[in-house]
């Protein structure tokens, strides 16, 4: 039998993100989201997760993204930059990993946060993921782990697309990310399921994120239908690429996103190959 779970990241980061995600789930395929603690729309989030019960919540750790912390930013400043957000990209974090200049105790003290932020909402949680994937990273996964066993989560991402999987995006610098976070992945499963941790059997979209249009979400759907298991495709849907490119340099396709997992043709493979929709929660 083949599952997907259809989870789109962000869920809190701006209303046209948050209303894009809820269209996507109501009309579309979007069957997950991932709620961000540290978005300036997390409550209007909290009240969608509420109204629309069908649509799995997940906790979308955040250690990067130019977002504030949860967290006073004098209690965790070695996480931060000197405007005192988190780093912008996941390259920033990994060198400062690297360089030892995150402190472990400021580590843990911003994601529990996070965590308890998000838990004290009272929406049921069903897995956790991280923006940009830096919660499989070996200086964080331990963390991670620790606060879904506290919690009693049993779910997590793990972003192990296919490394020679490119999907018509030939950007060196891309592939070259997604081959090394596919690669901290192999290790980060293995880890995982010696907790006890359940995770999708195939994860999709890393190469494609911010640009999974159509044709390239009908190339994934494509693969899919000949592997039996659970699949991940990750999506980042929003209304308006113009309000939000000018709040984010991240040069996403927002509607072109939202518009694939609205599409018809979409929804029709994904029926007439069996394949069933489904959220972490039934993972």
Request: with cysteine.
């Amino acid at each position: 039998m083949i599952k997907l779970i259809v989870n789109a990241d962000d869920f809190g980061i701006h209303t046209s993100v948050n209303k894009g995600i809820v269209k996507g789930h109501c009309e579309g395929i979007i069957t997950s989201t991932s709620l961000l603690a540290n978005g300036s729309e997390f409550e209007s989030a909290v009240d969608l997760g509420f109204t629309y019960p069908n649509l799995g919540i997940g906790i979308h750790t955040c250690l990067v993204g130019g977002l504030p912390p949860v967290c006073n930013p004098d209690e965790v400043s070695s996480l931060l930059t000197s405007e005192g957000v988190l780093p912008t990209t996941y390259l920033d974090f990994i060198k400062r990993c690297m360089m030892r200049t995150i402190r472990y105790d400021e580590l843990y003290k911003e994601l529990a946060a996070q965590f308890k932020k998000i838990i004290d909402t009272g929406l049921p949680i069903t897995h956790v993921d991280g923006h940009q994937h830096m919660h499989i990273l070996p200086q964080v996964l331990p963390i991670v782990v620790d606060l879904m066993k506290q919690y009693g989560i049993k779910k997590i991402r793990i972003p192990r697309e296919y490394k020679t999987f490119v999907n018509g995006v030939y950007n060196p610098i891309r592939f070259l990310g997604k081959v090394g976070l596919s690669t901290v992945a192999d290790m980060a499963k293995r880890t995982v399921a010696q907790e006890d941790i359940k995770s999708p059997d195939y994860f999709w979209g890393m190469i494609n994120g911010g640009q999974l249009i159509e044709p390239a979400l009908a190339t994934i759907l494509s693969s899919i239908s000949k592997k039996a298991g659970v699949h991940e495709i990750m999506t980042h849907p929003g209304l308006s690429d113009n309000v939000l490119n000018q709040k984010f340099d991240w040069h996403y396709h927002w509607e072109e996103e939202l518009k694939s997992m609205m599409s018809i043709s979409i929804g029709e493979y994904i029926r007439r190959h069996n394949i069933a929709l489904i959220n972490y929660g039934e993972l």
